[in-house]
């Protein structure tokens, strides 16, 4: 239920995780932080074949994809708090980019609808997904699927070198303009390339989409 408190003894099936792993053929997860988290949590180390990664997946396909040029939003800033109150940070990140000249709007987990989702994702060039413990990140991959380019504080989010970047120091508690300035260098130099929105969006759909997570599941089965 909560990253930082697991296995919470409040709940079943948390307090008794050792021994459903011990009953089942495995439990599937999103990733392999989330094994070494579980396991080390449990001190379930010698079952750690029981895990099975499952990638999270969405089979959202949009209808039409608006070209980088049309989009009307540079920065979609999704803020993410469930587990760690990073909201001090995410505040300090948005100022940074508040002095510029880039368009900036914010988007709150459990604050928006899907359809207000949509209407942000297709008008946006990037996205900083600025979450802490995220395990599955269903969101992220629906807005991915619109062809906007993704950074993340997390390495599984990150799809490859043209979709997705990886920046380590948004986990940074006392400093932001360390990623405020890495993520402002890497936004320049793409917006001066010929990015193609529709080529993005179809790289993040054919990896995201759930056809592959059940074959993720079915070869950890044998």
């Not at 608006?66 to 100022?95: P, W």
């Not at 900083?128 to 599955?136: L, R």
Request: net charge positive; charged share 25%; hydrophobic share 35%.
């Amino acid at each position: 239920m909560n990253w930082n408190t697991f296995p919470d003894q409040k709940y079943w099936y948390e307090r008794k995780f050792s021994y459903l792993l011990n009953l089942s053929k495995g439990v599937a997860v999103h990733s392999k932080r989330v094994i070494d988290h579980l396991s080390s949590r449990t001190n379930t180390s010698n079952n750690i074949k029981k895990f099975r990664i499952m990638r999270p997946c969405t089979n959202l396909k949009p209808n039409k994809i608006k070209s980088f040029k049309k989009r009307e939003i540079d920065i979609l800033f999704f803020e993410k708090y469930a587990d760690l109150n990073r909201s001090e940070q995410g505040g300090k990140l948005l100022n940074f980019f508040k002095n510029t000249s880039k368009r900036l709007k914010t988007i709150k987990y459990g604050e928006y609808n899907k359809e207000t989702m949509k209407e942000l994702a297709n008008n946006s060039k990037f996205i900083i997904y600025f979450s802490f413990f995220d395990t599955g990140a269903i969101g992220l991959k629906e807005i991915q699927n619109y062809g906007v380019i993704a950074f993340s504080l997390q390495k599984e989010f990150i799809i490859d070198n043209e979709t997705s970047f990886y920046i380590p120091e948004l986990t940074n508690i006392d400093n932001m303009e360390l990623a405020f300035n890495k993520i402002m260098k890497k936004i320049e130099f793409l917006s001066k390339s010929n990015i193609d929105t529709y080529l993005i969006a179809k790289k993040n759909q054919m990896i995201n989409k759930c056809e592959n997570a059940l074959i993720d599941l079915c070869k950890s089965l044998f």
